[in-house]
C-alpha cells in the first residue's frame, strides 16, 4: 500500500477531528483559500503555517511522526528528503558499532580439507569467512587480507571477529584492505543515495579496527548492478585461498590453492594501487593531535576562502581559545606541548577566519561541560579540566565570536537530532569530512572522508538544519549561553 501524501494525510485529520475546512483554518490562525491549496496539493504550507496546523489538530506520536514526514517530503522533494534522511541516521546512529568480546581464538582449520569447498546459505557463508579470518590472525608475521563486498547492502562488520587480546580488538592485528565502487551521482534518488549507504556500513569497521583497516574506491556508473551474468562477483584473498561470493552472499566458492591466491592478490593490489582509478576513501589517525597536524597542513591555506560547518556534542573549545588558555590547560610535555600548542592556534586562527562558519552543538553537551570542564573532543591525557573560571572565559568568547558575521552558532534541538557524546562532524571545503569518534575503551577514533558526493551530502544537511529547526535561532542560543555563564558565575560566587 502506498503512502499518503501530505494533502491527503492532512485531510484525513481534519475530518478525523470532526472539523470543517473552515473551523481547521480558524483554529490553526490561518487563511481557508490557503487551507484549500494545501489540501488539493496546489501549495505547500510553510514552516509557520505547518507548526500552526500541527498545533490545531490532536495526533498520536504514531500519527504525529507519518504527518511530518508527509510534509518534509511535500516541502523537500524526493532527493533532498532522503539525503536528510540518510545523514541523520548516520549522525545519530554511528556510535551504534560494533563491541569485542574476550575469548579463545578457536583451533585451526583442519588441513585436509578439500581444495574446493562449496557452502550455502547466508549464515553458512558468514561464519565461513569468519573462519577464514580467525584462522589469517591467528598466523604469526604479517597478515593480510583483501575484500570486495557489497558494502552498500551487506555489512561487512558480521564477517569479523569480535573478541579482543590484551585490550585491543583482535582485527586491528590483521591488515584488511577492501575495494569499494561508489557512483558519481550518488546525491540522486536513482542511485539510492549510494556513497551515504556505503559510509554508514563502513564507519564501524574503522571505529573497531582502526588503521589496520583500509577502503580504496572507484567510480562505477551503477556499482549496485552488476548483471545477471555475475555469478561470482565479490571475493576474499587470504595467503593460501580465495573465497568467490554470489551476488546476493547466499553462496560461496572457497579455492584453496597458494599460486591461485597469489594470483589474485596481485591483481587486487594492482588496481588498489592505480592512483587515478582507485583513491583512499578514508584517512584515519591514531590520536588527535596527528589530526591537527594533518588539518594544520591541508585546512590552513586561504582561511578566508574556505567554509566550514561543524555539528558536535560539545562547543568547539578551539574556536574560543587563545594561545594563553591553551597553554595552561595542555597536559603534553616539550617539544611535543610546542608543536601541540602551535597547530591548535593555527586551527582556531583559520576556523575564526573561515570565509564561513556554522557550528551547531547540543545543551546536553554544553550542560556537561559546564558541570565538569572536561573536553570531549580531546583526550584527557592531552588537554586538564577547565577551572570554572576558565569554562566562564570560553563562554564569554563564544557569545563574543557569535557577534561576528561570518560565523553562526546553534544550539541543536534535541526532538529533531539526538547527537551522542561519541561522534562529533566537522566540514571544510579544503578537507572534506571529518568524523570523531569516541569510545571509553579505545578512545578517540579520527577519520577523515574526502570524496566529494559525501562531503556534499553532510554540507546539505548542515545548511538546512536552521531552516528546519533542527537547531535554535541565533538570538534563542545566545539567551541559552548567557542563563548558563551566570548560573555558573553564581556558583562560583558562592565557593569563595
Known amino acids: 500500500m502506498d503512502e499518503k501524501t501530505f494533502a491527503e494525510l492532512l485531510e484525513l485529520h481534519i475530518r478525523e477531528n470532526g472539523y470543517t475546512n473552515y473551523e481547521a483554518a480558524k483554529e490553526a490562525g490561518i487563511g481557508r483559500v490557503n487551507l484549500q491549496r494545501y489540501l488539493s496539493g496546489a501549495r505547500v504550507p510553510g514552516i509557520e503555517a505547518f507548526e500552526a496546523i500541527l498545533k490545531a489538530l490532536p495526533m498520536s506520536r504514531k500519527e504525529r511522526e507519518e504527518f511530518c514526514a508527509s510534509y518534509e ?45 562449496i557452502v550455502d546459505g547466508k549464515l553458512a557463508v558468514e561464519r565461513f569467512v569468519w573462519g577464514g579470518l580467525a584462522k589469517s590472525m591467528a598466523k604469526k608475521g604479517n597478515v593480510s587480507a583483501l575484500l570486495y563486498f557489497p558494502a552498500e547492502n551487506f555489512f561487512p562488520g558480521r564477517f569479523l571477529p569480535t573478541y579482543s587480546v590484551d585490550g585491543d580488538s583482535v582485527v586491528s592485528k590483521l591488515k584488511i584492505t577492501q575495494m569499494v565502487p561508489l ?53 576474499a584473498v587470504f595467503e593460501d585461498n580465495v573465497i568467490l561470493f554470489s551476488e546476493d552472499m547466499e553462496h560461496a566458492v572457497q579455492i584453496r590453492d597458494e599460486e591461485f591466491a597469489k594470483k589474485y592478490r596481485v591483481m587486487f593490489l594492482m588496481a588498489a594501487g592505480q592512483k587515478n582509478a582507485a583513491r583512499k576513501l578514508v584517512t584515519f589517525f591514531e590520536d588527535t593531535a596527528e589530526l591537527l597536524w594533518y588539518l594544520a597542513e591541508h585546512d590552513m591555506e586561504r582561511c578566508d576562502e574556505i567554509e566550514r560547518y561543524s555539528v558536535e556534542y560539545q562547543p568547539c573549545f578551539l574556536l574560543a581559545a587563545d594561545r594563553e588558555i591553551i597553554s595552561a590547560v595542555v597536559r603534553l610535555d616539550g617539544a611535543y606541548k610546542n608543536a601541540f600548542l602551535e597547530s591548535a592556534l593555527k586551527r582556531a586562527d583559520a576556523m575564526r577566519r573561515s570565509a564561513r ?37 570560553v563562554l564569554d568568547r563564544f557569545l563574543e565570536i557569535a557577534k561576528q558575521e561570518n560565523i553562526t552558532i546553534g544550539i541543536i534541538r534535541p526532538d529533531h537530532l539526538h547527537l551522542k557524546r561519541s561522534i562529533n562532524v566537522y566540514l571544510s571545503s579544503a578537507c572534506g569530512l571529518n568524523m570523531i569518534l569516541y569510545d571509553e575503551k579505545q578512545g578517540l577514533r579520527n577519520m577523515i572522508v574526502e570524496e566529494h558526493s559525501i562531503y556534499h551530502a553532510f554540507k546539505t544537511f548542515i545548511l538546512r538544519m536552521e531552516e528546519k529547526r533542527d537547531v535554535l535561532s541565533h538570538e534563542e542560543t545566545e539567551a541559552v549561553l548567557k542563563e548558563k555563564r551566570e548560573k555558573l558565575w553564581r556558583q562560583m560566587e558562592l565557593k569563595k
Open 357 to 393: 562558519m556554522l557550528h551547531y552543538f547540543t545543551e546536553e553537551g554544553l550542560d556537561a561541560f559546564i558541570e565538569n570542564g572536561i573536553l570531549t573532543e580531546y583526550p584527557e591525557t592531552y588537554l586538564r579540566p577547565l577551572t570554572e573560571a576558565e569554562r566562564i572565559l
Open 73 to 117: 517530503l511535500a516541502a523537500d522533494g524526493k532527493d533532498l528528503y532522503y539525503l536528510r534522511h540518510f545523514v541523520r541516521g548516520i549522525l545519530e546512529n554511528a556510535a551504534d558499532l560494533c563491541g569485542t568480546e574476550v575469548m579463545q581464538i578457536l583451533g585451526g582449520i583442519p588441513e585436509n580439507q578439500e581444495k574446493v569447498q
Open 183 to 235: 557512483a558519481k551521482r550518488a546525491d540522486q534518488a536513482e542511485n539510492g543515495f549510494y556513497n551515504l549507504r556505503v559510509l554508514k556500513n563502513l564507519i564501524p569497521l574503522y571505529f573497531q579496527v582502526g588503521s589496520s583497516y583500509e577502503t580504496r574506491y572507484y567510480y562505477q556508473d551503477r556499482p549496485d548492478d552488476l548483471g545477471a551474468a555475475a555469478i561470482y562477483p565479490y571475493y
